[in-house]
């Protein structure tokens, strides 16, 4: 049997109302999550792989979603969720185990503008098949 898979995503864009506010926010969680160093800043956005940070066009709404990161501990995602809120996040769900299914340990911010971003670690992985997929072009 063989399985394909594919990207779903390319990119995602969290336009912010206010960059100021929410750039210190996101890259708080971002440093706790361990993956501080890999963040792209520029006038105007951060990036983060395929993720974007960006301050909206004068008179755009800013996005409003909800963004879950992969943790890879309880302490992770605890670590998250005292920076974000170090950073001017609000609470909007401290670290704890939730009913979603069994090991579901995760912990929930709203940044500037309301979006839900949370971070989460299965507890019924125990180990991944890879880090990353890495890709090829000819």
Same mark, same amino acid.
């Given at each position: 049997?063989?399985?394909?898979?594919?990207?779903?995503?390319?990119?995602?864009?969290?336009?912010?109302?206010?960059?100021?506010?929410?750039?210190?926010?996101?890259?708080?969680?971002?440093?706790?999550?361990?993956?501080?160093?890999?963040?792209?800043?520029?006038?105007?956005?951060?990036? =983060?792989?395929?993720?974007?940070?960006?301050?909206?066009?004068?008179?755009?709404?800013?996005? /409003?979603? /909800?963004?879950?990161? &992969?943790?890879?501990?309880?302490? +992770?995602?605890?670590?998250?969720?005292?920076?974000?809120?170090?950073?001017?996040?609000?609470?909007?769900?401290?670290?704890? =185990?939730?009913?979603? /299914?069994?090991?579901?340990?995760?912990?929930?911010?709203?940044? +500037?503008?309301?979006?839900?971003?949370?971070?989460?670690?299965?507890?019924?992985?125990?180990?991944?098949?890879?880090?990353?997929? /890495?890709? &090829?072009?000819?």
């Amino acid at each position: 049997m063989s399985y394909t898979i594919a990207r779903l995503i390319d990119h995602l864009d969290i336009r912010v109302s206010d960059f100021d506010a929410a750039g210190p926010f996101y890259r708080a969680v971002f440093g706790a999550l361990g993956l501080g160093a890999e963040v792209d800043e520029g006038e105007d956005y951060l990036a =983060l792989d395929e993720l974007y940070i960006s301050r909206a066009d004068p008179g755009a709404p800013p996005s /409003h979603m /909800h963004l879950c990161f &992969q943790a890879g501990s309880r302490e +992770s995602v605890a670590a998250f969720h005292a920076a974000g809120l170090a950073a001017g996040g609000r609470d909007n769900g401290g670290p704890g =185990l939730r009913d979603y /299914h069994p090991g579901y340990y995760a912990a929930f911010l709203l940044d +500037s503008d309301g979006n839900n971003i949370e971070a989460k670690v299965d507890e019924r992985v125990t180990a991944r098949s890879a880090d990353a997929v /890495h890709l &090829q072009t000819e």
